[in-house]
């Protein structure tokens, strides 16, 4: 019998029944289906010539060692109710995955609250995300301003700093010209930058609304700063907004995982709400190794194995790091250390602090193994505060 499911690329029609579909299936409207249109390859799965799922795949980069990586950005995947439990959302999956491995994707990120279905598929969250609240009041006492210089919106220079310190983590997304745009027609986001004007050293960018009884909420979506004393100012200045809000909210994964809050609140008095996190998955293992920047103070040579594509099985290469370059290349050695799929994203993400994290992670060898693994991605941090 043939097969009643197609896959393909949506045209206007089939982008407009997809859209639709997605409505039903979430239970509201998926504005970014319309606002990402331009950039985004959709699929769409037929069931007698009707739409009965879909999904977005976007391009980008993501910066890993501060290097951009080609990856699969997977979002607004909808299957109709009345379809799920037919393993639909997979066989779409692969599809929505194949057109941008083609171009060029070596690894794939999604933000998903399936965490258990997608790590079926070789996707890992490298580390947890939470969403932060405080009150405005501790803000203003525990950071004092200093006549930094703040100025409304954002800038080239600005966007330029964005991308300078997207590069000191693991994870961030590249973003692409018309990110800016996209943010501010969803969001509707207020932007100030901190610095002088063509040397700035912090972009902060929130949204408010009305509060229903007085002021206002604020969220803040970008927090980005060059050094501590910048830092400090962003605090104050959202600090001076207490007549207004009595609560600064960070929206998940916004607030940098670093330890200012904790080294100079009067009073630790912070709420956290935990997310669901970012995952992500190695689609290309040669190419993401050679592609990701890597410590130039390291020469690591470490037989590894890792699990085939395909699981069940265990492939064996020699991973070669020296003089920043990384490459990996298939060999007769055993392995000292052995990765799942999921344990070779966590990895490749800097997810693995210390050989404790790794062996309670499931990873097994000599300690010097294992520490030779981690140190060579563990020098930037896992954060991506990007959300698609």
């Not at 060692?65 to 950005?73: C, K, R």
């Not at 258990?116 to 490298?126: D, K, M, Q, S």
């Not at 060059?226 to 100012?233: C, Q, R, W």
């Not at 020699?318 to 392995?335: C, F, Q, R, V, Y």
């Amino acid at each position: 019998m043939p097969d009643p499911i197609q896959i393909m690329e949506a045209d206007e029609p089939l982008w407009q029944e997809y859209n639709q579909l997605a409505t039903r299936a979430y239970g509201h409207p998926v504005a970014d289906i319309t606002r990402l249109r331009d950039h985004a390859d959709i699929r769409v799965a037929l069931r007698d010539g009707r739409v009965v799922a879909g999904g977005l795949g976007l391009l980008l980069h993501q910066f890993f060692g501060g290097a951009p990586v080609p990856s699969a950005v997977i979002s607004a995947g909808a299957v109709a109710p009345e379809e799920r439990g037919d393993h639909l959302a997979s066989r779409l999956l692969t599809e929505r995955l194949r057109p941008l491995r083609e171009n060029g994707a070596v690894i794939s990120t999604v933000w998903s609250t399936s965490n258990g279905y997608l790590r079926r598929f070789g996707w890992e969250a490298p580390v947890p995300v939470f969403a932060w609240s405080i009150a405005t009041e501790d803000l203003k006492r525990a950071f004092p301003r200093t006549g930094m210089n703040i100025d409304h919106g954002r800038t080239q220079h600005s966007d330029h700093l964005q991308r300078d310190l997207a590069r000191q983590w693991n994870g961030p997304i590249q973003r692409p010209g018309w990110w800016p745009d996209w943010l501010d027609s969803k969001h509707d986001l207020t932007t100030y930058q901190f610095g002088t004007a063509h040397d700035p050293t912090g972009l902060l960018s929130l949204t408010t609304k009305r509060h229903p009884q007085h002021g206002m909420h604020l969220t803040v979506h970008d927090f980005w700063a060059a050094d501590i004393e910048t830092v400090g100012e962003m605090m104050a200045f959202l600090g001076g907004h207490h007549t207004r809000a009595q609560v600064i909210h960070f929206r998940r994964s916004a607030l940098p995982p670093y330890p200012t809050l904790l080294h100079h609140l009067h009073r630790y008095r912070l709420t956290a709400q935990a997310w669901h996190p970012w995952m992500l998955r190695i689609l290309d293992i040669p190419e993401a190794i050679r592609l990701r920047g890597w410590t130039t103070d390291r020469d690591t040579i470490l037989p590894v194995e890792i699990e085939s594509e395909v699981g069940g099985t265990w492939d064996r290469f020699m991973l070669h790091i020296t003089d920043g370059a990384g490459e990996i290349s298939p060999t007769k050695a055993a392995g000292a250390v052995r990765l799942t799929r999921r344990q070779l994203a966590t990895w490749y993400a800097g997810g693995y602090r210390s050989t404790a994290s790794a062996r309670l992670s499931g990873l097994s060898g000599k300690d010097e193994s294992l520490t030779a693994l981690i140190r060579s991605t563990a020098e930037l941090e896992p954060w991506l505060p990007d959300h698609i």
